[in-house]
């Protein structure tokens, strides 16, 4: 369980691949992650088609460094994601990693196919359906952003790899598993599925707040590499200023014994003891995870922020089209919510092109915590 924390100033290429070459030397170079002949999947974090300097996407220079990591080691880079809202090939476009792809040859996949991949041992699932080109694919590399997360907390190298799950599958997903502690149980299984033999996070500028779109850019300048996802995000979350153990998706890794807790992680490079203090998305507040979890199911609307939609709502409709439960719609030109729908799964609020949902805590959100 090592994880490599080097400084990167900014997105200057040779800057970029400075910082690339020195973690992958000190993880013992590409070559111990793919073989000559492998096809590789790089998966960056393409979420939304908004430019580099938002920070919402992981950054083309380091996309173009990891391709070039990836062929000098012998093997095809291939990139691919499935954005939340618009397609593969707009985002792509807009977050410049069409144009890397295009000028270093790398295939852009535009994961518009599907297959079923079993997964037997799965604690949440058994059974997902994925774009069919990780069936094509030798390794995976999980390209991630360092971002907060409104619903998880954080979003990092483990959750990055829910874009592998195509376009409004996704919203399934929340309606299935509407706790946190189950979504981030969907998500371990969904990464032991996929496996990615190599985890990078582009924190040079990563996003606090209410990530993981509409939070505020913050300059990190670090880039952190490892075998584990789940270390390397138990690493990030700590760098970030949270507790590894009180983010869903890392606190259910450490009680499966699935990685090590953070002091045992052996932490290595120039940046390894850079702490930041990232604030905090409003929903990481939530009682759920601190209450008996037949109290948090009945009592969620209770124990979590509610989302509002604010009067800059531009009446686009895009949190009515991708709410999973179907609890929005639109009236008068502005999104409403019926708040005995709402699962609190915060993709309005996540996929708002306006940044017109806020998070409000109840009074007896408030109260209860008093007494915790
Ligand atoms: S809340 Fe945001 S996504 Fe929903 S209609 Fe308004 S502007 Fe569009
Ligand atoms: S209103 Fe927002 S938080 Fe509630 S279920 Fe719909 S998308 Fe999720």
Redesign the pocket.
Known sequence: MKVAAVKVTDYNYAEVERGLKEALELLGGMERFVNGGDRVLIKPNMLEALPPEKAVTTNPELVRAVIREVRKAGAVPLVGDSPGTTGTLKAAEKCGILAVCREEGAELVLFDKTVEMSYPEGEMIKKFTVASCLNEVDKVISLAKMKTHTFMGITGATKNLFGCIVGMEKAQF?LRMQARQEFAGMIIDLASLLRPVLSIVDGVVGMEGNGPRNGIPVKAGVMLAGESCLAVDIVMAEMMGFSSERIPLTALALERQLTLPFSEIELVGDARDIRLKFLEPRSLKSLEERVPRWLAKFGRSHLTAQ?EIAVNCIGCGR?VA????K??RISNSRAT?NYN?????????ELCPANA?SLREGRLLKLVRRFL
Do not use: G, L
Request: a positive charge; aromatic letters at 4%; hydrophobic letters at 30%.
């Open positions: 929340h989302p949190c991708h709410c999973p439960p609890a929005m919510i729908v709402c699962i609190r799964c915060y993709c309005c609020q949902v």
